[in-house]
T-cell receptor, first 113, second 111 residues
Framework: DTGVSQNPRHKITKRGQNVTFRCDPI?????LYWYRQTLGQGPEFLTY????????KSRLLSDRFSAERPKGSFSTLEIQRTEQGDSAMYLC???????????FGPGTRLTVL | QQQVKQSPQSLIVQKGGIPIINCAYE??????FPWYQQFPGKGPALLIA?????SEKKEGRFTISFNKSAKQFSLHIMDSQPGDSATYFC??????????FGQGTTLQVKP
């Protein structure tokens, strides 16, 4: 257990529904990252926050995706109008700074039917 | 554009063997190269990391070799054990913090 928690661990939804995932980072970490991992691939960067500011978003993050970190603590990732291609493991990581070790949570497995 | 290429895709060794996983990168601005280990259903966990000012780093049974001129780095696992069976990912980043991962290597260590 790295100290990064994610909820829910599994989510099954129907195409077109909205889903929201939560990440609780290690408490003193000011950086929080979201990645997406599909089967047999390495994690792909989606977005990251320093405190409450969202500093970078990947081109993978379409306008159906939105992420927040309202008080610089936990973060949420929302996917609107889910598509089957959104099925993946969504990973959250946190670090003390930009070049420090990123500690990953266990992930949220999303299945879109 | 794939910025970190990892090989082989899969690897089978006998217990006690020394599996070697290789990665190559393109962006010379990368300055941090970690290796992560991932078990099924779990998030990646940091194994060992290196910066380009050194050519080798050892932590326990894990060694990273780094060749800056060739833009390549590799992971060696000494005296491999069945418990080392997992997927291994190399990664790279700049001071932005965003990690670029390789495609992963599935390692099986036979008893």
């Amino acid at each position: 257990d790295t100290g990064v928690s994610q909820n829910p661990r599994h989510k099954i939804t129907k195409r077109g529904q909205n889903v929201t995932f939560r990440c609780d980072p290690i408490s003193e970490h000011n950086r929080l990252y979201w990645y997406r991992q599909t089967l047999g691939q390495g994690p792909e960067f989606l977005t990251y926050f320093q405190n409450e500011a969202q500093l970078e978003k990947s081109r993978l993050l379409s306008d159906r995706f939105s992420a927040e970190r309202p008080k610089g603590s936990f973060s949420t990732l929302e996917i609107q109008r889910t598509e089957q291609g959104d099925s993946a493991m969504y990973l959250c990581a946190s670090s003390l700074g930009g070049v420090d070790t990123q500690y990953f949570g266990p992930g949220t497995r999303l299945t879109v039917l | 554009q794939q910025q970190v290429k990892q090989s082989p895709q899969s690897l089978i060794v006998q217990k006690g063997g020394i599996p070697i996983i290789n990665c190559a990168y393109e962006n010379t601005a990368f300055d941090y190269f970690p290796w992560y280990q991932q078990f099924p259903g779990k998030g990646p966990a940091l194994l060992i990391a290196i910066r380009p000012d050194v050519s080798e780093k050892k932590e326990g049974r894990f060694t990273i070799s780094f060749n800056k001129s060739a833009k390549q780095f590799s992971l060696h696992i000494m005296d491999s054990q069945p418990g080392d069976s997992a997927t291994y990912f190399c990664a790279a980043n700049r001071n932005t913090g965003k990690l670029i991962f390789g495609q992963g290597t599935t390692l099986q260590v036979k008893p």
